[in-house]
């Protein structure tokens, strides 16, 4: 039976303070419980071993929150961005490993949702991808269907910078497929792989124009999951390198119509904002570990207080400004997120990437400094929050310095603009 909310920790976004419509406090909320009553204590073990949380995933299906994106008339919970960035935040406080995989789940609701209605699309392409959406969305509302999202193939496709490697070529009924993704997060444990590759056309460049998302069955022939997942942080996404040769994906597996997934990324450049949710969680994760911790509070430690010590309190001073510094950037980001932003929203977004994924590693850091020797011992969370948190940075195509180059350049130079 769940606890009375007084045992909870506190929403990271208190819902009258920040104004959270009903639906999003209550879609954050139910992440928050799930979070604490079930995920907190099966972390360390998907930590551990780098397993995959599956039961992390029945309980979200359970919970409605596999399909926390779907419109509801297709019997899902009708979140939109913002209400999925609070939830996730949630989640990442309790399990990073969990809510970053449940990034790559969501995305392919929500790029598919609301984002897409935004685009511009023919009548006959939008009633295609109608009846393309519902299937998957029947698939995750009934069957609790888990799809990830790999994209990275180690060169600069997954940056942005070039069409992806991995090719699909037009047959009888749909594609043949063919490529490498690395770091394909929920590797060997999805049901559907939404792939992302160029749409080869005879006698034409390859071009990020022809980009496809398709939904490639886990069990489909020619589908490999290789090599191993020894990693850093983040252990539980199992992020193995998954092979596609020559597989037949069937044409009703686009998750988008051809060309639309470029007009996403281009006009809704906010849905690559969707990885930095789960390290919110984790920077709020390790202030309130810091706080419970100096105050001898932390459930298996002995209750020593630590907190009289003004160097502590500094600390923690610092901590909180840092917190509530990328807490009111990110709520801004999350909740302009929208169609064809202003250049000032888009500088706004990749600066809150920027922070998000580098000051959730900052206050870990100072975290583990200020509560010292005994705080990172394996039987609790902070130097798992420490590792996980460190995985932010390096997240495609938003990394902490691809976010500077952008900032730097698209500050300093209008479209078009060049010194030659
Ligand atoms: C825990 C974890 C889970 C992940 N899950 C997924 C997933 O589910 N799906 C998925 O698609 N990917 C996933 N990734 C992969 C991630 O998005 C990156 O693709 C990956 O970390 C890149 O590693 P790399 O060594 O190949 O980077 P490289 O391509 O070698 O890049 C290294 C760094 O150089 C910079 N860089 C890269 N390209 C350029 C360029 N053209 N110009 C300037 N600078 C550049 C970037 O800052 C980058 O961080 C995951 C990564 C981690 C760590």
Redesign the pocket.
């Known amino acids: 039976m769940a606890e009375a909310e007084s045992t909870y920790d506190m929403p990271i976004f208190d819902p009258v303070a920040w104004r959270l419509t009903d639906h999003e406090a209550e879609l954050a909320g139910r992440a928050r419980k799930l979070g604490a009553d079930k995920f907190a204590d099966r972390a360390e073990t998907w930590d551990r071993e780098a397993i995959f949380p599956t039961a992390n995933y029945k309980d979200m299906h359970d919970a409605g929150l596999l399909a926390i994106c779907i419109p509801q008339d297709h019997g899902g919970e009708g979140g939109g961005f913002r209400a999925y960035c609070l939830a996730a935040a949630e989640i990442g406080r309790y399990c990073g490993?969990t809510a970053?995989?449940w990034n790559?789940h969501v995305c392919s609701t929500l790029w598919t949702g609301t984002l897409a209605d935004d685009l511009e699309m023919s009548d006959d392409v939008r009633a295609q991808h109608a009846d393309g959406r519902a299937r998957h969305y029947a698939r995750i509302v009934k069957d609790g269907a888990v799809y990830?999202?790999?994209?990275?193939?180690?060169?600069?496709a997954?940056?942005g910078?070039k069409p992806f490697s991995t090719e699909a070529r037009s047959t009888d009924g749909g594609y043949i497929v063919s490529g490498k993704?690395?770091?394909?997060?929920?590797a060997g444990h999805a049901d559907y792989y939404g792939v992302l590759c160029t749409h080869i056309k005879e006698g034409k460049k390859p071009s990020q124009r022809d980009t496809l998302y398709l939904a490639i069955p886990a069990d489909a022939k020619g589908v490999k999951v290789v090599g191993d997942w020894d990693?850093l942080?983040?252990r539980g996404?199992v992020?193995r390198t998954l092979i596609f040769e020559d597989v037949f994906v069937d044409a009703a597996e686009e998750l988008m119509p051809q060309g639309v997934y470029f007009k996403a990324a281009s006009y809704w450049p906010h849905m690559f904002l969707t990885?930095s949710p789960s390290y919110m969680g984790m920077a709020q994760a390790a202030y309130d570990f810091t706080v419970k911790y100096l105050r001898g509070e932390v459930p298996g430690t002995p209750p020593v207080k630590r907190r009289m010590y003004p160097t502590k309190q500094i600390a923690v001073a610092e901590m909180r400004i840092k917190l509530e510094t990328i807490k009111a950037l990110w709520f801004q980001a999350i909740s302009e997120a929208r169609y064809n932003p202003s250049k000032d929203q888009l500088l706004r977004a990749y600066s809150t990437n920027h922070m998000v994924m580098e000051t959730a590693n900052e206050i870990c850091r100072l975290a583990i400094r200020t509560c010292g020797g005994q705080s990172m011992l394996k039987s609790l969370p902070l130097e798992r929050l420490y590792r996980d948190s460190r995985?932010g940075?390096?997240?495609?195509?938003w990394?902490?310095?691809?976010c500077l180059?952008r900032i730097g350049r698209e500050a300093l130079y209008e479209t078009g603009e060049s010194d030659d």
Do not use: N, R, V
Not at 148 to 156: I, M, T
Not at 393 to 397: A, E, F, Q, T, V
Not at 399 to 402: D, F, G, H, K, Y
């Open positions: 490993a970053l995989t790559m990830s999202q790999p994209f990275s193939e180690g060169g600069a997954a940056a910078f993704k690395i770091f394909a997060s929920l990693p942080g983040m996404t992020s990885l995985c940075s390096l997240m495609l195509p990394t902490a310095e691809l180059d």
